[in-house]
């Protein structure tokens, strides 16, 4: 396989970032190719606007995903954008790690999703969940919480508006999340354990069965 | 009323930036003092990190939550969190308008809630939903969506990741949600009555409900 992992924490040293080595590691020594996009590292700017283009299509009124369709056409991305693209294209699995903020995702991650999966290139034109331009590929969420497990008893459900609402609208196949909850506030044994069943975790990757979507026609969309 | 309009879009002619105008010019009109965080003209960084602050608690560990507590102690916020959070302060009442992009926040306005509802000033030490820390101020969303009002039957259910998650968290009343759909496919006479309906709402904001969510206790947190 090859993997990218999309990787939105700033310490390096913390338990987030362990993980992120971890999965590395592991899908490296599977054999598999691997990239990282690590968001804070690249100073990656998660604000959608005309800075995402190198032209503008020149419409007489400015809107940002009309300007996404059209520079999907005429490849006139801006470079930073472009270049996930091309991540996103060459991966099989994408592998997002992030620390849950808000339940949801944390800026910098959330304006990756907004810039890169951009209408026309992830979806559009009727195009979208099992018809989604990214189909054929798969998607896994791996985050760390700062509140206790019981917060979260079903994590696939907290994590639905990203798994469904996001990543399966472009056709991603999504797999069971992983969470590892409170590192903060856990001993050393705990974190330990946490990360060698991070470490379980991703070892199975590549043979996880996805979470079962419905269809467009399933959900009546024709 | 102390109207703060928190508003994410970057182009003032679009719809959403009409919505806004109209916001403004009706509250002040109602005799409310209103101001406006206008996050794409402000240049607001929505990464949440270490320029957060203008200097760090000297914990052996960086954690950005923990640095948000510290801060909060020291008065140690950079200038343009502090500066949102004066607003907030100030504010009776706090209008998000925005496009809904991945059913959720814009990048620029999901960071200004990573950054600005920091840990220890609107929330902490046990103080969330009705005992969080903005209790006692309300919040309204006024949106603006590229799919069909069909999308979105039921809207302050698709908004409830915002509404309960995160401004009901920090212990804000949430005003029924306003939804302009599709403005970019409607004819002029359809957005005329799209607009007309806002003002409208604007209109009956000072008296509006609040949705009833659960308190902590209801919710069995104690």
């Known amino acids: 396989m090859k993997v990218l992992i999309v990787y939105a924490h700033e310490n390096p040293a913390s ?12 899908l490296t020594a599977q054999g598999h190719e691997v990239q990282v996009s690590d968001l804070y590292a690249q100073g990656f700017n998660p604000v959608g606007g005309k800075h995402d283009f190198t ?11 009309a300007e996404q369709v059209a520079a999907g056409r005429s490849g006139t991305f801006a470079t930073d954008v472009q270049a996930e693209m091309d991540k ?19 800026a910098i991650l959330k304006g990756w999703m907004d810039r890169v999966l951009a209408s ?9 969940f099992d018809r989604g331009k990214l189909a054929g590929k798969r998607a896994a969420c791996a985050i760390t919480t700062g509140g206790p497990a019981a917060f ?22 999504v797999l ?17 354990q946490m990360l060698a069943d991070y470490r379980a ?12 979507y419905p269809t467009m026609a399933e959900m009546g969309m024709g």
């Open 88 to 106: 996103l294209v060459w991966a099989d699995l994408v592998l997002f790690q992030f620390p849950l903020w808000w339940f949801h995702l944390p």
């Open 55 to 65: 032209e503008l299509s020149g419409a007489e009124f400015y809107k940002y995903q």
């Open 201 to 212: 975790h991703v070892e199975q990757l590549a043979s996880a069965e996805p979470l079962q």
């Open 120 to 128: 026309g290139f992830a979806y559009g034109n009727g195009q979208m």
């Open 176 to 192: 069971p999340p992983f969470g590892a909850h409170a590192p903060a506030q856990a001993d050393d044994a705990t974190r330990t």
């Open 15 to 26: 338990f987030n970032g362990a993980m992120k080595d971890t999965a590395v590691e592991v």
């Open 152 to 173: 979260y008893p079903d994590l696939a459900e907290t994590l639905k508006p990203i798994m469904f609402g996001i990543l399966y609208f472009t056709g991603l196949q």
